[in-house]
C-alpha cells in the first residue's frame, strides 16, 4: 500500500518525495536498476543511471527492454510531476530508438521532458546521454491519466498536466 494518496498534492511534490526516499531505502525498479532522481521540475525530471552487469545481454551490453524500461519510467516520473492533483498514469505507447550501447558500470544522465500536455494524452520525451552527454538511447511516450485507480481512491479524475 503507498504511504501516499493518489488525488492529494501535486505530483511535483511526490516525485519530488520519491528522489528523498531513494537516498535512504531501495525502491523497486529503481535500486534494481541503478536509477536516482537527481532532479525534479514540473514536466522535466533527471535521473542518473549506473547499470549493472546484471542488465547485459549475451553480447555484453545492456539489453535493450533494460533501456526501454528506463525511459518509461523517466517517462512516467516526469508525466506525473506536471500533475495536480497527483494522478497515476499509463503508458499507451512507448516508441525507443536506440543509438549507442550502453555498458554496465557507467554513469549515464537520464532526462525526461513533456514535450505535449493534454488532459487525456500526454506526450513525454526521456533520453539517455552518456558522460560526454552523447546521445545513446530516445523514447517518446505516449501517456494517459490511470483514471480507474484514481477513481478507487476516491478522487475523480480531473487532473491535469502541466
Known amino acids: 500500500m503507498p504511504d501516499f494518496a493518489w488525488g492529494a498534492g501535486t505530483g511535483l511534490d511526490r516525485i519530488r518525495t520519491l528522489a528523498e526516499e531513494l537516498a535512504h531505502s531501495p525502491h523497486v525498479p529503481y535500486t534494481q536498476f541503478g536509477l536516482s532522481i537527481t532532479q525534479v521540475d514540473k514536466g522535466r525530471v533527471e535521473m542518473a543511471w549506473t547499470p549493472g552487469e546484471s542488465l547485459l545481454n549475451r553480447g555484453g551490453v545492456v539489453h535493450g527492454g533494460f533501456i526501454a524500461t528506463t525511459l518509461d519510467e523517466a ?33 549515464y544522465k ?51 498536466v502541466a
Request: net charge positive.
Open 75 to 107: 517517462c512516467g516520473a516526469t508525466v506525473m510531476s506536471g500533475s495536480e492533483p497527483l494522478t497515476p498514469f499509463l503508458t499507451m505507447s512507448l516508441n525507443v530508438e536506440y543509438l549507442r550501447p550502453v555498458r554496465a558500470g557507467a554513469t
Open 110 to 160: 537520464v532526462v525526461g521532458t513533456v514535450i505535449k500536455p493534454g488532459r487525456l494524452r500526454t506526450l513525454v520525451r526521456a533520453a539517455v546521454e552518456d558522460t560526454a552527454g552523447r546521445l545513446c538511447a530516445e523514447g517518446t511516450a505516449s501517456m494517459t491519466p490511470n483514471r480507474a485507480l484514481l477513481q478507487t481512491s476516491g478522487h475523480a479524475p480531473t487532473g491535469t
